[in-house]
């Protein structure tokens, strides 16, 4: 990242706004940025980690040619993620997510991600064995509601994030969501933090900026 470690600190637009100025090289800040957000959502749809990597570097690469599209009316972050969702969607032919009718929600939604909540306990997952078990868990949860509580509790994003990325209402957000937790409390009973869950590792993300960056010069040229 020599050159542009210096730039770390710019807002997103900013960067999107210098970018199409013409400092390309600045759209390294932004896959290092999200890799994390996008490669959870790959593994939460059951992905494997090469395929994972390729939508990623799909969903950058079509960002990047539509970038003259943003138009900030919802975060860079955010719109990532429904281009991530999409791709994933298409690989997997399946259907569109279908909103459900809200039901009274017993537990109290109090906008604290589930894991927050638990950290009292002081309980923490230590081997890589029991990450494994948790992550076989979280892909047998049905999709719909698997992504929600991924973008939701793995990847911190807010209710209304997440309404926008899914194109489905709050209140239908916070219904899967509160669903996607009962049901991972059926099988898990102990404490996990989301780090460790579709753990992303820095060489994935080296290995797909590269790659991106050399697709998007050879596009240029």
């Known amino acids: 990242m020599t050159g542009i ?3 770390e600190i710019l807002s997103d637009p900013e960067i999107v706004s210098r970018i ?8 390294e800040i932004i896959m290092r940025r999200y890799n994390p957000y996008l490669f959870k959502i790959g593994r939460s749809y ?9 939508l990623i570097q799909d969903s950058y690469l079509s960002a990047y040619t539509n970038l003259e599209k943003f138009e900030n009316r919802s975060t860079l972050k955010t719109w990532l993620v429904k281009i991530m969702l999409n791709n994933c969607y298409h690989k997997t032919q399946k259907f569109s997510f279908r909103n459900e009718i809200p039901s009274v929600i017993t537990e109290k939604e109090s906008g604290i991600p589930m894991f927050t909540q638990q950290l009292n306990t002081g309980k923490a997952i230590m081997n890589n064995e029991l990450k494994h078990i948790l992550e076989e868990a979280l892909v047998q949860i049905p999709e719909n509601y698997r992504t929600v509580f991924t973008l939701r509790e793995l990847n911190g994003m807010s209710t209304r994030e997440t309404s926008e990325a899914l194109g489905i209402s709050e209140a239908n957000v916070k219904v899967r969501l509160k669903r996607a937790k009962d049901m991972l409390r059926k099988e898990i009973k102990k404490m996990y933090s989301p780090e460790e869950i579709f753990e992303f590792n820095l060489i994935y993300c080296n290995r797909i900026v590269e790659k991106v960056l050399i697709k998007i010069q050879e596009k240029n040229n």
């Open 20 to 27: 199409l100025s013409g400092e390309i090289a600045l759209y």
């Open 46 to 54: 059951g992905f494997n980690q090469p395929d994972t990597e390729d």
């Open 5 to 7: 470690k210096q730039y």
